[in-house]
């Protein structure tokens, strides 16, 4: 798989960001608030918004559970 440089203006790569991700971060403003990604001129918000949005697709559903009401 490539790496991609994703964030020019802060050197913030694919990996790092997929890294992040796995470890927990849940949003696009987790991984600026992280790496500091897209909070210079912004133009790879797009990118990792898709970044995001397409982890978040792959992971597991966690399955609902059916309510118990005691009767
Ligand atoms: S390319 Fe990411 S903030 Fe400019």
Do not use: H, W
């Given at each position: 798989m490539s790496n991609r440089l994703v964030c020019l203006c802060n050197l913030v790569d694919e990996n790092e960001i997929l890294s992040l991700l796995k470890k927990g971060a849940n949003s696009t403003s987790d991984i600026q608030q992280i790496t500091?990604?897209?909070?210079?001129?912004?133009?790879?918000l797009p990118v990792i918004d898709d970044l995001v949005r397409e982890f978040q697709d792959k992971r597991p559903k966690v399955q609902q559970k059916k309510l118990d009401f005691g009767s």
């Open positions: 500091r990604a897209g909070t210079s001129c912004g133009k790879c």
